[in-house]
């Protein structure tokens, strides 16, 4: 599951309303546009980065979740239950 772009890790934004989950692309922006172009409200829309190797493979890092507005003022996803949200799509669509 390795991405095209950077070696150890694949880019990845989720929609937690729709369950959606987009992958590899430089920037999480880019797949936040297609996921936006494609009728996903950026509210829904959490950046993260998949490390396929590791035993904790999801990294909850993106500049897409900087969004004061909604209580995230950092890279991280703050809320748990988003967090939790996201965790399971993941394991619902990625296969280890």
Do not use: C
């Amino acid at each position: 599951m390795l991405g095209n772009f950077f070696p150890e890790m694949v880019k990845g934004v989720v929609d937690i309303e729709k369950k959606y989950l987009a992958l590899d692309a430089e920037l999480h922006s880019d797949l936040e546009a297609l996921l936006i172009e494609n009728g996903s409200s950026q509210r829904d829309l959490w950046g993260i980065n998949i490390y396929p190797e590791l035993e904790d493979f999801i990294e909850f890092d993106s500049l897409i979740n900087i969004r004061p507005i909604y209580n995230n003022k950092t890279r991280y996803v703050e809320d748990e239950n988003i967090r939790n949200d996201i965790i399971n799509i993941i394991n619902n669509i990625v296969k280890r």
